[in-house]
């Protein structure tokens, strides 16, 4: 069974930054995609960013350029830079794991098997 534990939430201010981690047990992490979404009161879970088991990367718009996806298979640890962090960030974070690889899918949390517990990030403004 594949079990996965976000880390790194918590408070920071408007324009700070922060690291997320999760940290995966079970399964062949290698071969899983990972896929980072986010939910905010009242909101449907948003897709965030994505990396494939080569490493190849894909982000949503609202966080291009500020969030980047990244993991160390060795460690089985797939990790979430945020940068440039608005009020509009704020949500609980929860890290995902699949098998799918096609590029259109990965947005869709359907494509996800296993999901973490989430992690909340408030933006202070």
């Known amino acids: 069974q594949v079990q996965l534990v976000e880390s790194g939430g918590g408070l920071v201010q408007d324009g700070g930054s922060l690291r997320l981690s999760c940290a995966a047990t079970?399964?062949?992490?290698?071969?899983?995609?990972m896929g980072w979404f986010r939910q905010s009161p009242g909101s449907e879970r948003e897709f965030v960013a994505a990396?494939?088991?080569?490493?190849?990367?894909y982000s949503a718009d609202s966080v291009k350029d500020r969030f980047y996806i990244s993991r160390d298979n060795a460690q089985k640890q797939v990790y979430l830079q945020m940068n440039s962090l608005k009020s509009a960030d704020t949500a609980v974070y929860y890290c995902?794991?699949?098998?799918?690889?096609?590029?259109?899918?990965?947005?869709?949390?359907?494509?996800?098997?296993?999901w973490g517990q989430g992690t909340q990030v408030t933006v202070s403004s």
């Open positions: 995902a794991a699949g098998f799918r690889r096609n590029a259109v899918v990965l947005p869709a949390a359907a494509a996800y098997e296993y």
């Open positions: 079970g399964g062949t992490f290698s071969t899983f995609t």
């Open positions: 990396i494939s088991g080569s490493g190849r990367t």
